[in-house]
């Protein structure tokens, strides 16, 4: 394959848009994909690099319109319902304890291991999907909203132990106007040699600059305010710890010292 120019690949970038409005059948139901379109987003999740061989993830395809709305509703997003395509990318530890016993080999003890290597793949794998979709022409949107419904994606999703949702990934046919949205200075996320902590005026300006990332109805967009909602004290993300946590145990998961579920 020819080797693309630095301007169509900064194009291609570019083009990148999280995209929560897809187009529908007329009943308000998913657009199928053509199967060929499918097939080949599919084939490139697999494609991904993967540590230690081993493809420590699995992707569970959101199809019948019943698991659609179960996975919406305790994501908390609803396009979930709506896209051409949604899946469930999780870590996925229990495959290589299977692989392991079919051998009539013991599996190890290793659960931090176990989220680093799950997420790690579990990302890269999603990834490569979602950039197969962009090439097609369409758009997505990753779903970090899984964390609000942990146990109940287990549930629903029959996850044995050792398989923990990452996120949701949604892929369709835009139907709306999604803003090329800001990315902090460079200098600010790719350092040289060794990490430079950066000084109180390069964060101010990189607030200023990522501000517009969280305009809503043409009010102008504070991007700190909506970091403090989410990182902040008594925000959303030390809400999520609880349910994270739980979830960890219950798959088998936890590497600290209070007692685990049962071992994948
Ligand atoms: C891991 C991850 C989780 C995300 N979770 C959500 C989510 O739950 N709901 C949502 O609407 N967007 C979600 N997003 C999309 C981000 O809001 C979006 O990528 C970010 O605002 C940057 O916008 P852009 O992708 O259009 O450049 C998520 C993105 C990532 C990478």
């Known amino acids: 394959m020819l080797p693309r120019t630095p ?10 848009r999280t995209v929560r409005q897809y187009r529908t059948q007329e009943d308000g139901s998913p657009l199928p994909l053509p199967p060929e379109h499918l097939e ?31 996975v919406a509703a305790l994501t908390t997003n609803a396009h979930i319902a709506t896209a051409s395509e949604a899946f469930v990318v999780c870590a996925d530890v229990h495959r290589v304890s299977r692989l392991l016993e079919v051998g009539g080999h013991a599996g190890g003890d290793f659960p931090a291991i176990a989220v680093h290597f799950g997420i790690g793949d579990s990302v890269l794998a999603g990834q490569n999907l979602l950039l197969a979709a962009e090439l097609l022409g369409y758009q997505g949107c990753w779903i970090g909203g899984v964390m609000n419904g942990l146990d109940g994606l287990i549930d629903v999703l029959a996850l044995p132990a050792g398989v923990l949702p990452f996120a949701a990934l949604t892929i369709g046919t835009p139907a709306e106007e999604a ?20 000084a109180p005026e390069e964060l101010l300006a990189g607030i200023e600059i990522m501000n517009p990332i969280a305009a809503r109805e043409g009010k102008p967009g504070d991007w700190l305010r909506l970091l403090r909602s ?8 030390e809400g999520r710890e609880p349910g994270l946590r739980a979830a960890l145990k219950r798959q088998g998961m936890w590497a600290g010292e209070e007692s685990a579920g049962p071992r994948h």
Do not use: K
């Open 40 to 70: 080949v987003i599919l084939h490139a999740a697999q494609r991904a690099p993967t540590d230690a061989t081993a493809q420590l993830y699995s992707l569970i395809r959101l199809s019948s319109p019943a698991a659609r709305q179960a």
């Open 230 to 237: 989410y990182f902040g004290a008594g925000g959303g993300m």
């Open 7 to 16: 301007e169509e690949v900064r194009a291609f970038f570019d083009a990148h």
């Open 179 to 198: 803003p090329h949205r800001p990315r902090l200075p460079r200098e600010l996320v790719i350092h040289t040699d060794a990490y430079r902590p950066a």
